[in-house]
């Protein structure tokens, strides 16, 4: 089985070398032991990074075929520079995981074991998030629960580390949308699946490349790309604010027929204003939020645009050394 690793990489120059130095070792000692073939390799994605991630990646790639370098036009994110990996690796599967090295790397044989013995797609889930702040932990947890409520299926504790067969990856291909949000997507692929488990660790080198804008544009995507809840949910709320205001109507109408009470008040003429005031505006952004996507989604722009792909044709010799130095 041919094995590719597909590897994001936005501004991680002080990572590569770690992440490196870890994974060169684990291939060719997988490739030794006969569990993936020898042509087996590792892409990178640069996802536009503005440090010296690409001149890293290049280099590698002049060294080893065990090495392509996919330079993406700009940077366009997380889940599309995975796309682009996914759908351009060559691998018979392919297991995508992050540059920082927080994933386990142990769990990649037993990946690549549950694969050969007929799983088709692998998920690789967190046990323990020791490393991740409180309130990383905390939105997290929340924010499952709200998508499951959704009806959005997801694997919990599941990031984008996982293996995924030709297959798999053939019918992801088949998905035009521009609002990408992988973790949602693939589980409703179908396909013969399981779990592997693993604790994830500190960020080896650099810092998160994932500020919290960048979180809550995901957790955004997450839902409005599957659920139409939320628009129900303003159905339901426009239900219960009609049945209040006619309940208003009746009180007002007894006060003004049967007492002698009939000076409306201030606060019964201004609540209302601020409240569906409020209501209106909270459910024109949650409409505003699915028009967005139904724009994006109709222009059907390219999701990314590769600039040039590095890498050694078999049969063309290295021009640099193992040690990184150019061959005389
Ligand atoms: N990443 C990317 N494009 C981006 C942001 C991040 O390709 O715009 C990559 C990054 O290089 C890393 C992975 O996505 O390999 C996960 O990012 P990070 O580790 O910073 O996220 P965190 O683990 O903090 O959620
Ligand atoms: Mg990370």
Request: aromatic content about 8%; overall charge neutral.
């Amino acid at each position: 089985m041919r094995l590719s690793l597909v590897i994001p990489c936005y501004n991680e120059q002080e990572a590569l070398p770690h992440t490196v130095a870890a994974l060169e070792p684990l291939m060719r000692d997988l490739m030794a032991r006969g569990k993936i073939s020898a042509d087996s390799n590792i892409w990178f994605i640069d996802d536009g990074s503005r440090d010296d991630t690409w001149p890293v990646i290049e280099t590698l790639t002049q060294r080893s075929p065990l090495f392509v370098g996919v330079k993406l036009s700009r940077n366009r994110g997380h889940q599309n520079a995975l796309l682009a990996g996914l759908l351009s690796a060559d691998g018979d599967a392919v297991i995508s995981i992050d540059a920082d090295l927080q994933d386990d790397l142990a769990v990649i044989e037993k990946m690549v074991d549950a694969h050969a013995s007929g799983y088709e797609i692998v998920y690789g889930v967190r046990q323990a998030r020791d490393t991740d702040t409180v309130f990383k932990r905390w939105t997290a947890l929340r924010y499952y629960a709200l998508l499951r409520f959704m009806g959005v299926d997801i694997i919990p504790n599941h990031a984008d580390f996982r293996l995924m067969g030709r297959r798999s990856i053939a019918a992801l291909g088949q998905h035009a949308e521009v609002n990408l949000f992988l973790r949602g997507i693939i589980p409703q692929l179908g396909f013969r699946s399981t779990s592997v488990y693993y604790d994830r660790r500190e960020r080896v080198a650099g810092e998160s490349k994932y500020p919290l804008r960048k979180m809550i544009k995901l957790a955004l995507d997450g839902i409005t790309s599957f659920s139409p809840v939320p628009l129900r949910l303003i159905a339901g709320l426009g239900g219960i604010v009609c049945v209040f205001s006619l309940v208003m109507v009746v009180w007002v109408l007894c006060v003004r027929l049967f007492t002698d009470r009939a000076l409306p008040g201030w606060a019964s003429t201004t609540v209302p204003i601020y409240l569906l005031g409020g209501v209106q505006l909270l459910c024109i952004g949650i409409l505003g939020e699915y028009v967005a996507k139904t724009y994006a989604e109709t222009k059907g722009r390219p999701r990314y645009l590769i600039e040039r792909v590095e890498r050694l044709e078999p049969g063309e010799t290295p021009v640099r050394r193992s040690d990184g130095e150019p061959v005389r």
